[in-house]
T-cell receptor, first 111, second 114 residues
């Protein structure tokens, strides 16, 4: 069955460093991969979308890579700040219009 | 521009009852999709509506249903509630479809079934 795995444990990163979150998937051929941020008690907020034929995408301090051979996406936050502390979700979608989400990685940026 | 609005934000029901949740998408967005979020299963796709038609459905029993109105507002209904239906129900709207992404989520309706 289709499966997405994100870092199951919380990730603690020192302020100013780069945080790297991992999203691995199996039994799936996504056309799109997305990253969302979710704060406690709030709905997810869209961050970045990358297509299957793209290797990398950037937006301000955020960078996403997508390796369809390794079936993996890496999500980087450079110059991390305490305000970046949240849960980050990756999501895959394909041409049959279904979307599946990972369970998320809790990121803590330590001042 | 107003965001996605979900009502009610919190509700408590008992087993066997039914519940209707409402979602008003961002103006101009024709796609509305619904999700169930629980600590154990994470965020799971329920269904998507586009221009009043259900375009796709996740792996949930028939007790979960929805509809979309001509103004793109959507409702989802859960009948014969079970304890396991306790969750945060999120809706999201988009100018395109769930497939092509950039979903704008509401704050959710937190359902507790006793």
């Amino acid at each position: 069955s289709q499966k997405i795995e994100q870092n199951s444990e919380a990730l603690n990163i020192q302020e100013g460093k780069t945080a790297t979150l991992t999203c691995n998937y199996t039994n799936y051929s996504p056309a799109y991969l997305q990253w969302y941020r979710q704060d406690p008690g709030r709905g997810p907020v869209f961050l970045l979308l990358i297509r299957e034929n793209e290797k990398e995408k950037r937006k301000e301090r955020l960078k996403v890579t997508f390796d369809t051979t390794l079936k993996q996406s890496l999500f980087h936050i450079t110059a991390s700040q305490p305000a970046d502390s949240a849960t980050y979700l990756c999501a895959l979608s394909n041409r049959d219009d279904k979307i599946i989400f990972g369970k998320g990685t809790r990121l803590h940026i330590l001042p | 521009k107003a965001g996605v609005t979900q009502t009610p934000r919190y509700l408590i029901k008992t087993r066997g009852q039914q519940v209707t949740l409402s979602c008003s998408p961002i103006s101009g967005h024709r796609s509305v999709s619904w999700y169930q979020q629980t600590p154990g299963q994470g965020l799971q796709f329920l269904f998507e509506y586009f221009s009043e038609t259900q375009r796709n459905k996740g792996n949930f029993p028939g007790r979960f249903s929805g509809r979309q109105f001509s103004n793109s507002r959507s409702e989802m209904n859960v009948s014969t509630l079970e304890l396991g239906d306790s969750a945060l129900y999120l809706c999201a709207s988009s100018t395109r479809t769930v497939y092509t992404g950039e979903l704008f989520f509401g704050e959710g309706s937190r359902l507790t079934v006793l």
